[in-house]
Every structure is written in structure tokens, then in C-alpha cells.
């Protein structure tokens, strides 16, 4: 299939790119490397433009011959939502509703969308299923709650086949090492332990450990981005016309942070001092996936299932590129 990646030189699309290549698709990326990386990206896949330009999108959905479009350009850091929403509506929702249009002006009517656990807020019961009610409690988990509303709606009028997958927490790099996590700044929990193990940091803040979980500190569910990209290419082949899947991408196994550094501490060999901080606003204290839809539908069952192994990925990357895609 021709596949339009949006948003492939981030750090989940690029992830994509190379497994849809490698299942035999022709791919053509599409980013404005507002945070995306131009070295992410196989040579000559790359077609920078703004998803606001509606005309442009739609030229470029014909010029390529473009039969399904996947969507991972989205701004998704928590804090940064709510502190500036009108960034999180421009980009995550206006940006989509153009590209959205752009496609149906072009005939494209298969679409995969990256939604995130943040649309399920503080769920009260755990481990969460698909039916667990939706109720977002910053603007990126609405951001992404408007959209799948839009597509659940397109795909009822207009016949878009699309899939809405919730991801949980994304981790890991590609085995090989070469494309991999490159924030800036650096937030996520992993990359920032490993940050530590390289010597760019003194120690990792650990964000509480008085949360009402085994060890007090939070739980997540972390998934291989390999994992996340193979779960897009099984629903790319699942899509029906006038019909939507929206799917939880999780392991179905929690780790608490407190794991996540032990699990570090094993794979570098580093003793990675740690300090205890207060609890960041707006986690909740467990997320973790009840993943048996995704298997049932999709047939997508997780290779990497212990955090070791995750983190060895990610390792591997780090001491390759200690200062991400900068340095090449
Ligand atoms: N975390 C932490 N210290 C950090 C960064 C993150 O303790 O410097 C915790 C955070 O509170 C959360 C978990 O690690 O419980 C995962 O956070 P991350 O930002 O990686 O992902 P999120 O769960 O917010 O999507």
C-alpha cells in the first residue's frame, strides 16, 4: 500500500516508517520537524509541510497516490497542555481536522490514529478496557478524545475505516539503535534515568512514593515503540469502510518507577542516585492495560514483556547518540 506517515520523524511515526518498509509498503513521511527529526527518516521519504494547509496535504495525498494515511504528529506532553491549551487545539485538533478533510477531498478514506491512555483520566478501576468511560483530565487527553469523537462521526458519514489507538506508555528504541527517544526538553521517565546513567544529570527525581501502589510510587504501563508500530501495521489491514476500532496498545503489565530505575541500574551498571520529590501534578497513581481487545482483533501480542528488556533498547540508543540525533 501507498501509506502517508504523518509525523514519521517523531519519535513513534519513525518507529513506524521502518516496520511498514520492512512489511513491504511504500511510505512517504509527512512533518513539519516542529519536533520531529530530519535524520528519523529514510532519505528521500520526506515531504515537509504544515497539515493546516489543507490544499497542500491534499496535493500531496494525489501526487503520491496515497491509499491510507497514519497520524502521529501531535504535541502530547501533559504539562505543556495545560499550560498553553491553545497549542494542544491548534495542533492536535485543528491540524487534524484539516488533514482529515484533505483526505477526503483526495478519496483517502483509511486512517490510523494515535490516541493515548490520557483520554481515560483518573480511571477507578484497573487495569482499563475500552469500555472504561472516557473522561480526560488535561487538554491533551481532550485533544485527543475531540478527534476520536471526529472520526467515530467521518467514519459514519463519509465512510472513513479508521482505527483509534489509546496508546499506554511508549518506550524503547529500535534494536538496532539507530533511530530512537529525542525530546527536547527531555521529560519522559526513562530517557531521563538513562540521562543520569550517562553522566548528563546528577540523579533522577522520583515524582512521589506515598500513591496507593505496592512500593508508593506510580505505575505505568510501558510498551516497545516496535510493539506500538507492529499493532499499526495489524490495523492498517483490519480497516473496514464506515467502520472505527478503537483499541488499548499496552502490555497488560504495570511497573512502578521505583522498577524502572532498579531495572536501569541492571542494564548500565551505573548506580544511578535517585532523590524523592514531591508528586507531579495530574498523574494518576496506575495505569495499566487491559490489552486482550487489541490481541483478540488484532492478533498484536507485545514481543518485549519485561522492562529490562525495554530499557536494554533504549540503552543501546542513548550511549549511541548521548545527545540524540544532534550529534549525527
Ligand atoms: N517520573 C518521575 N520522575 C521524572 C519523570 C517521570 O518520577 O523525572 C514518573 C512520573 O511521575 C510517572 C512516570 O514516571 O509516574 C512516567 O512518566 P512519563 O513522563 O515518562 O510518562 P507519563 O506517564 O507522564 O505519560
Redesign the pocket.
Known amino acids: 500500500m501507498n501509506i502517508l506517515v504523518v509525523g514519521g520523524a517523531g519519535y513513534i511515526g519513525s518507529h513506524a516508517v521502518r516496520v511498514l518498509i520492512e512489511a513491504g509498503h511504500r511510505v512517504t513521511v509527512f512533518d513539519n520537524l516542529s519536533r520531529g527529526h530530519r535524520e528519523a527518516v529514510p532519505m528521500g521519504l520526506l515531504v515537509e509541510g504544515e497539515l493546516t494547509d489543507t490544499q497542500f496535504v491534499r496535493e500531496t495525498l494525489e501526487r503520491y497516490e496515497i491509499e491510507a494515511v497514519m497520524h502521529f504528529a501531535a504535541f502530547a506532553l501533559?504539562n505543556e497542555s495545560v499550560n498553553d491549551p491553545s497549542l494542544y487545539y491548534q495542533n492536535n485538533v485543528i491540524a487534524t481536522l484539516s488533514l482529515l478533510d484533505a483526505m477526503r477531498l483526495a478519496g483517502v478514506k483509511k486512517f490510523v490514529f494515535s490516541s493515548t491512555t490520557a483520554t481515560y483520566g483518573e480511571p477507578e478501576i484497573v487495569p482499563i478496557r475500552e469500555t472504561t468511560p472516557q473522561k480526560p483530565i488535561n487538554p491533551y487527553g481532550f485533544t485527543k478524545l475531540v478527534i476520536e469523537q471526529a472520526l467515530a462521526d467521518y467514519s459514519q458519514a463519509y465512510g472513513l475505516g479508521y482505527a483509534a489507538l489509546r496508546y499506554f506508555?511508549a518506550a524503547g528504541a529500535h534494536p538496532d539503535g539507530s533511530i530512537g527517544e529525542d525530546h527536547d526538553p527531555e521529560?519522559?521517565?526513562i530517557p531521563?534515568v538513562l540521562q543520569v546513567a550517562l553522566g548528563q544529570r546528577e540523579q533522577?527525581?522520583?515524582?512521589g512514593d506515598d500513591y496507593q501502589t505496592p512500593d508508593g510510587t506510580?505505575v505505568?504501563d510501558y510498551v516497545h515503540v516496535n510493539d506500538l508500530a507492529d499493532a499499526h501495521l495489524r490495523a492498517l489491514n483490519r480497516l473496514e469502510p464506515g467502520k472505527g476500532l478503537c483499541l488499548n496498545l499496552g502490555t497488560g503489565h504495570g511497573t512502578s518507577?521505583r522498577e524502572i530505575i532498579n531495572a536501569c541500574r541492571k542494564v548500565t551498571g551505573h548506580p544511578i542516585p535517585e532523590e524523592m520529590g514531591p508528586r507531579?501534578e495530574g498523574?494518576p497513581s496506575e495505569l495499566v492495560a487491559d490489552a486482550c481487545l487489541a490481541k483478540e482483533v488484532l492478533g498484536w501480542e507485545p514481543k518485549y514483556t519485561d522492562v529490562q528488556s525495554i530499557v536494554e533498547t533504549a540503552w543501546r540508543w542513548h550511549q549511541s547518540h548521548p545527545q540524540g540525533y544532534a550529534t549525527h
Not at 533522577?204 to 515524582?207: H, L, Q, S
Open positions: 501533559v506508555n521529560s519522559h521517565l531521563i533522577i527525581t522520583v515524582f506510580c505505568r518507577v507531579r498523574d
